[in-house]
């Protein structure tokens, strides 16, 4: 093999997803059984629960009386089994977690002005003057290889020769989506900004002061006591921190509703150097953003969408290829943008396969978790050449939303997870019609397939994204009835026209 050959196949094996079948990590499944024991004291109690009440409908009025006279004569034993009883309640009603419903969620869609099609973009990308011919060159490739579509948005700033990336227009884009899509998200709901008693914002490159969080407080005039937090820095996988977050909330905070809004701000994060592995969120990043309504309320159970079920996450910190692998930085000439390590995806799949052998035990039926833990026995014992057995999470999810972050990504979990084409169409689509909004795209995922009208009661649906840290964090929710799309539903004036044939 010639050095040339030898260098692409290097390339090649760098820009997959690790084969999970060759390593799984025995301490994050102990960590996903430990998860499913927390709860086996409820699952222990349902069934006896059934038993007491079946055995009680049978008593007659004769073997009530008898029983009543028999416990007159045993008094203090009834009153201990009374008060064990009535204690051993009291202790699981305050200590059993609070269900987290999905009100509803809105979408923000950009106007058609901010469009740009593929030569609009490389024809600005000339006339800008900051990039040389191998960089122009590189971008077109990666806008040719990447699945985006000719509708994908930018900033207005980026529209303008010379492209104006001030603060000021840096506010007004991020004020465009948040506001865009909370307006939508309060006309669907019919509940008023003031009754909203927590918020939660991430966007992970623009943290102005006040805040993003301050921003919409004084926008909506939220009530003062407000429990607020704005997450910056966090990624593309945010958006999934910030539910686990609103989620923890409302275990503490009786009766409430939750905000969350997912966002990200390209304005002043346009790179206008010629490093290439600063170059590739130019051509992938889009404008978007989503609003997340929730609740803890009983009564709002019927009126949701969606019930949040789990939340995982995984985080790779502690190793400082995974910390660096997505890096913001400035190149030798000074200019900032974000670095995406040549590692990236040998990254990921590390923190995939950890977060997915975290969440088997919580979601997989019985009989694949048997197989799953027999393999990985017998591999540890026996045989170390023996693969474990890679679980099918088809049978555990009905929907699935991964993260838009380029068809690479894409492509390489459909093939490791072994899903059918329908099942990454909700990804294709979105990267095709939006581009990578970062920790919002999951959402117009979820939006895709109710627009589709595939989403039916009992169905789970499976979020997961990747991001910056490194971290990988999953969502899993449980469809409450068969969802249409809410008005407004971002793919409402296209959705005839997808699946589109993509150029794979």
Known sequence: MSGE?????QIRQRTRLPDFLQSVNLKYVKLGYHYLISHLLTLCLIPLMSVIVVEASRLSLDDVHQLWLQLQYNLVSFIVFSVVLVFGSTVYIMTRPRSVYLLDYSCYLPPSHLKVKYEQFMEHSKLTGDFDESSLEFQRKILERSGLGEETCVPEAMHYLPPRPSMAAAREEAEQV????????????????????????????FNPTPSLSAMIINKYKLRGNIRSFNLGGMGCSAGVIAIDLAKDMLQVHRNSYAVVVSTENITQNWYFGNKKSMLIPNC????????????????DRRRSKYKLVHVVRTHCGANDKAFKCVYQEQDDNGKTGVS???????????ALKTNITTLGPLVLPISEQILFFVTLVAKKLFNAKIKPYIPDFKLAFDHFCIH???????????????????????SRMTLHRFGNTSSSSIWYELAYTEAKGRMRKGNRVWQIAFGSGFKCNSAVWVALRNVKPSPNNPWEDCIHRYPVQLNL
Request: hydrophobic residues 50%; aromatic residues 4%; contains cysteine.
């Open 178 to 205: 948040m506001f865009g899509a909370l307006d939508k998200l309060f006309a669907n709901t019919y509940v008023k900004p003031r009754d909203i008693g927590i918020l939660v914002v991430n966007c992970s490159l």
């Open 404 to 426: 838009a972050g380029g068809r690479a990504v894409i492509d390489e979990l459909e093939k490791n997870l072994q899903l059918l084409p329908v099942h990454a169409e909700a």
């Open 5 to 9: 050959e030898n260098t692409r196949v």
């Open 340 to 350: 995406l390590s040549k590692d990236l995806m040998a990254i990921a799949g590390g």
């Open 284 to 299: 992938l990043f889009r404008v978007g953003g989503a609003a997340v309504l929730l609740s803890n309320r009983s009564v």
